[in-house]
């Protein structure tokens, strides 16, 4: 089967300018998360949906950034003025439905590198 | 705080040598516990979960909640299995987090 689609793979851009990442979850895949990956850390969750509503969005920095995952499958997040500190691999993963508590599961795309000058 | 320590960032050893990668967890509860490994320009995807007691590529991971620790072992490394490995564990809900990561070296 299909896995996780995510793009663009790598985005260069200046401070302040805007960014948008897309994905799109495996069929069938109810849950979706967007994850941030800064150079020798652990991912670090965003953002979390089941369906289109969102579950958890507790470490998303609001002011800059923005999710949403329309008709319950893709998704974009985008990021309003971007700084320095954002450059990061965004990381977009899809579960069944209740993934972490049935299964521990995540699938994980291949990312979205983005550079901040 | 629930959260998952991995003490060591880099971890070196020679072909057929045992490995021991650490993880460390702090949770109030029964907590479940998994480690995602990734391999050079792979996706980062599951390796084994504490819940199946299970054995993949040779590796094994036991829960020892006296001393909060989810340690990965393999008894002989091979040269495949240098990779990044993720401990993970979920906190507030079902948000799933994960250590810093190991990064594994098999030298031939």
Redesign the interface.
């Given at each position: 089967e299909a896995?996780?689609a995510q793009s663009p793979r790598y985005k260069i851009i200046e401070k302040r300018q805007s960014v948008a990442f897309w994905c799109n979850p495996i069929s069938g895949h109810a849950t979706l998360?967007w994850y941030q990956q800064i150079l020798?850390?652990?991912?670090?969750?965003l953002i979390?949906f089941q369906n289109n509503g969102v579950?958890?969005d507790?470490q998303l920095p609001k002011d800059r950034f923005s999710a949403e995952r329309l008709k319950g499958v893709d998704s974009t997040l985008k990021i309003q003025p971007a700084k320095l500190e954002d450059s990061a691999v965004y990381?977009c993963?899809s579960s069944l439905v209740?993934?972490?508590?049935n299964?521990?599961?995540?699938?994980?795309?291949?990312?979205s590198r983005l550079t901040v000058l | 705080a629930q959260r998952v320590t991995q003490p060591e960032k880099l971890l070196s050893v020679f072909k057929g040598a045992p490995v021991e990668l650490k993880c460390n967890y702090s949770y109030s509860g029964s907590p479940e516990l998994f480690w995602y490994v990734q391999y050079s320009r792979q996706r980062l995807q599951l390796l084994l979960r504490h819940i199946s007691r299970e054995s993949i590529k040779g590796f094994t991971a036991d829960l020892n909640k006296g001393e909060t620790s989810f340690h990965l072992k393999k008894p002989f490394a091979q040269e495949e299995d240098s990779a990044m490995y993720y401990c993970a564990l979920p906190t507030s809900g079902s948000r799933l987090t994960f250590g810093e990561g190991t990064q594994l070296t098999v030298n031939p």
């Amino acid at each position: 089967e299909a896995g996780v689609a995510q793009s663009p793979r790598y985005k260069i851009i200046e401070k302040r300018q805007s960014v948008a990442f897309w994905c799109n979850p495996i069929s069938g895949h109810a849950t979706l998360y967007w994850y941030q990956q800064i150079l020798g850390q652990g991912p670090k969750l965003l953002i979390q949906f089941q369906n289109n509503g969102v579950v958890d969005d507790s470490q998303l920095p609001k002011d800059r950034f923005s999710a949403e995952r329309l008709k319950g499958v893709d998704s974009t997040l985008k990021i309003q003025p971007a700084k320095l500190e954002d450059s990061a691999v965004y990381l977009c993963a899809s579960s069944l439905v209740g993934g972490i508590a049935n299964t521990g599961e995540l699938f994980f795309g291949e990312g979205s590198r983005l550079t901040v000058l | 705080a629930q959260r998952v320590t991995q003490p060591e960032k880099l971890l070196s050893v020679f072909k057929g040598a045992p490995v021991e990668l650490k993880c460390n967890y702090s949770y109030s509860g029964s907590p479940e516990l998994f480690w995602y490994v990734q391999y050079s320009r792979q996706r980062l995807q599951l390796l084994l979960r504490h819940i199946s007691r299970e054995s993949i590529k040779g590796f094994t991971a036991d829960l020892n909640k006296g001393e909060t620790s989810f340690h990965l072992k393999k008894p002989f490394a091979q040269e495949e299995d240098s990779a990044m490995y993720y401990c993970a564990l979920p906190t507030s809900g079902s948000r799933l987090t994960f250590g810093e990561g190991t990064q594994l070296t098999v030298n031939p």
